[in-house]
């Protein structure tokens, strides 16, 4: 009998404690998925921020750039509002200084700007909508005709605020931008003042090329009619080059002419070896 009540109390000390190890094993289970859950929450919170990455283009001196502002939209408390002013301490902004995309206004937003001399003043707004990831603007600068090749000059992104539909305040992430001085290209023969656009004498000149149907070289330039081919052919003379300014061949001029911003850049692998718009476009 005492042996039984002994084994049966025995019995008893071991379910409780193994009641008691099963609620210590289930609480210390709770504690690690609980520190689990908080560390993943604070790391989806490091990766879901809103970021703000103005890029690099590569352009030489004297030339217009075309810089995107690319933005990534965080998971939770998307700002619907943004507002930022963009410096660079050695580039001058040319008017409007920034320019919307497409994609902005067709996602319901617009973009408002104030240029200054090195700085600009962005704000992107419209409906309580968040704004999406995408590239939001190009800012527009102009570079220094004294700017040397290998220099590196910093666009930096200041002042970033951003509010969510309720007005809430959201953090934004940025990253700077910068414009790499390249060697200065060979411009386009129908650029004769060598400002990186090709204004209207210049293109009235290559039209009188192209109506003469044939041109040849005259003073370190070109001159309409039949003579001296021991120079460089013309730009506009490339499909085919055979001393004459076809229609299609015109027609490129003009697009270059007609160019966003009224110029044009260099582009490896283009059918000339340029294209319209300025350097990152
Ligand atoms: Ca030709």
Not at 12 to 26: C, E, I, L, N, V
Not at 135 to 141: D, I, R
Not at 161 to 170: I, K, L
């Given at each position: ?6 084994t ?6 071991k ?16 504690n ?46 998307a ?5 930022m ?6 580039l001058?902004?040319?008017k ?8 902005l206004?067709?996602n ?15 704000a ?8 999406p ?7 527009l600068?102009?570079?220094s ?9 910093p ?6 605020h951003g ?5 809430a305040?959201t ?5 700077s ?13 129908a ?10 004498p ?9 109506k ?9 330039d070109y001159?309409p009619?039949?003579?001296?081919r021991?120079?460089?052919?013309h ?5 085919p ?5 076809n ?16 110029v044009?850049?260099v582009k490896?692998?283009?059918e ?8 990152g476009?």
């Amino acid at each position: 009998m005492k042996r039984n009540t002994t084994t049966r109390q025995c019995h008893a000390d071991k379910g409780f404690d193994r009641r008691r190890s099963r609620q210590w094993t289930f609480a210390h289970l709770v504690n690690t998925l609980s520190i689990v859950v908080a560390l993943y929450a604070l790391s989806t919170a490091a990766f879901a921020q809103a970021t703000l990455d103005i890029a690099q283009v590569s352009a030489p001196a004297g030339a217009i750039v075309f810089l995107p502002l690319y933005y990534a939209a965080p998971d939770e408390v998307a700002p619907a509002t943004l507002v930022m002013q963009v410096s660079s301490p050695a580039l001058a902004f040319e008017k409007p200084g920034a320019l919307a995309t497409p994609f902005l206004a067709e996602n319901g937003k617009m973009l408002d700007c104030e240029p200054g001399n090195y700085s600009v003043s962005l704000a992107i707004f419209g409906g309580a909508n968040p704004i999406p990831t995408g590239t939001l603007c190009h800012l527009l600068l102009r570079v220094s005709p004294e700017a040397q090749p290998g220099n590196t000059f910093p666009i930096h992104s200041e002042a970033v605020h951003g509010a969510d539909s309720a007005a809430a305040y959201t953090t934004v992430q940025t990253h700077s931008g910068a414009v790499l001085i390249m060697d200065a290209p060979r411009k386009h023969s129908a650029d004769t003042s060598e400002d990186w656009s090709i204004s209207l004498p210049e293109l009235i000149h290559v039209i009188d090329l192209y109506k003469a149907n044939e041109y040849h070289c005259e003073d370190s330039d070109y001159a309409p009619g039949v003579g001296d081919r021991s120079c460089a052919p013309h730009d506009a003379d490339y499909s085919p080059q055979d001393w004459r300014v076809n229609l299609s061949e015109l027609l490129r001029v003009i697009q270059m002419h007609n160019a966003p911003y009224g110029v044009y850049h260099v582009k490896q692998g283009s059918e000339d070896g340029f294209a319209p718009g300025p350097f990152g476009y």
